[in-house]
């Protein structure tokens, strides 16, 4: 396995070690001792999938306030999604910044988002699946979101959205969260 920190410190693309023959294909798709050895230390308690039917569907930008924040290891396994996450730890230098990646069945890229993060996507093809194992259980009284679109973060989405959820419409800008209570260790 290989980690390689994104342009967000914490934030991780992973990219697993991939065995072929001519049967098909083996990997590990996570790993407690390859992620403590690559500095990831991890224990995941829910594994979540989802499908979207159609190209251009947003999910996102979702989080999980404290007590019941989420760090999240994320796969594409059919398909392709352009994968964001955004620092919402108030007092981070890297505050409202954020990071992405493209993940594809084909490249079986993951995406790591710790704790104090924002995380969103957008489908790129159409049938999409995504995988995510989250290191805490859904709580929805913790349950936030921010705009997709919010112009202080300015993500750059390779394409419009078609379908967003009436809860990520209604989304507030990162500047109007002040229920946000994540620290900021230096």
């Not at 693309?13 to 798709?29: H, N």
């Not at 990831?40 to 999980?64: I, M, W």
């Not at 990646?101 to 084909?106: G, I, P, V, Y």
Request: net charge neutral.
């Amino acid at each position: 396995m290989k980690a390689m920190e994104t342009s967000l410190k914490g934030v991780f693309l992973i990219e697993p070690q991939v065995f072929g023959d001519a049967r098909g294909w083996f990997m590990e798709s996570w790993s407690k001792r390859k992620f403590e050895d690559a500095g990831l230390p991890v224990e995941f308690l829910q594994d979540n999938q989802s499908f979207s039917a159609q190209k251009g569907t947003l999910r996102g930008l979702h989080y999980q306030l404290n007590p019941m924040a989420q760090a999240k290891l994320l796969r594409c396994t059919r398909g392709r999604i352009f994968d964001v996450a955004v620092d919402i730890r108030k007092g981070s230098p890297q505050y409202g910044k954020w990071a992405s990646a493209e993940l594809t069945a084909e490249n079986k890229r993951q995406l790591f988002i710790p704790r104090g993060f924002a995380h969103g996507f957008i489908t790129l093809t159409d049938d999409v699946e995504v995988q995510y194992k989250a290191d805490n259980y859904y709580a929805p009284e913790c349950d936030g979101n921010i705009r997709w679109d919010d112009p202080a973060i300015g993500i750059h989405w390779p394409i419009a959205p078609v379908i967003l959820s009436d809860k990520d419409k209604a989304a507030p800008l990162l500047a109007e969260r002040t229920e946000l209570n994540f620290t900021y260790d230096k």
